[in-house]
């Protein structure tokens, strides 16, 4: 008998961020924020969040991979996206070489033949073990912003991008209080510096060109790292405020 088994990787996960920020910090001078803490807080919120995932399939795996003969595996952090089928068919093939690995759009097909019982078993619980090793570092997933991003999308709207509309002749409105536009992100209340411009086309069109939104700029800069320098045994952690 041949088993097929499809492995999928999905498009986008979707990382709920809880918005957080420490009493008190702004009691001392602090540097600016930079996209480069945004990307390290993003990291460390994927890392996290892989990292339960590889601790909820141990709990599940109780004493099993032993009595297979299975190792028992280690997380191994965070892989480029683009290399995470390669490292997952590998570790596949290095626990059990027989298995036939094929690698496609999307994924990968495991073969195998005639397997029943014990040996079913030590095939399926070595796919999920090399699955759980690994997490994919998909900085562009949707995200709501956490306690970084939110603060210095705060700090970007009020220090360079309403400025900057300013300078350009386009009415801005008054910015809430740090602490109310973090409360207000993601919602329908959230604050945009382009609001007042939103009824007239021409001028928005203008606006968002001379003055990109925050949203813009991170994009943009996650678009520029090079993902492959992720290195998988060492989860990045997250910057402080």
Do not use: K
Not at 158 to 184: F, H, K, N, S
């Amino acid at each position: 008998m041949m088993r097929l088994e499809s492995i999928r990787r999905p498009g986008v996960v979707a990382i709920a961020l809880v918005v957080a920020f420490v009493s008190g910090c702004a009691a001392t001078a602090e540097a600016p924020l930079t996209l480069d803490d945004v990307t390290s807080e993003r990291l460390a919120v994927l890392a996290a969040a892989e990292r339960d995932r590889f601790d909820d399939f141990l709990e599940l795996s109780g004493g099993r991979l032993d009595e297979l003969g299975l190792p028992v595996p280690q997380f191994q952090g965070l892989v480029a996206l683009d290399d995470i089928d390669a490292i997952v068919t590998q570790c596949i093939v290095t626990l059990n070489p027989r298995l036939q690995v094929a690698r496609d759009d999307g994924g990968f097909t495991v073969t195998y033949f005639g397997t029943v019982g014990e040996t079913y078993d030590r095939v399926r619980w070595a796919i999920d073990s090399c699955n759980a090793q690994y997490g994919v570092a998909d900085l562009r997933a949707a995200t709501t912003p956490g306690a970084v991003e939110a603060a210095w999308r705060y700090q970007d709207a009020t220090q360079r991008l309403m400025p900057c509309l300013r300078r350009i002749g386009v009415v801005v409105p008054t910015p809430p209080a740090e602490d109310d536009y973090v409360r207000r992100l993601g919602t329908p209340l959230e604050f945009s510096p382009f609001s007042l411009a939103a009824a007239d086309p021409a001028t928005l069109v203008r606006a968002v060109a001379l003055c990109p939104p925050s949203s813009t700029l991170v994009e943009a800069h996650l678009a520029t790292l090079d993902s492959a320098t992720i290195d998988p045994a060492v989860p990045p952690s997250e910057p402080e405020r």
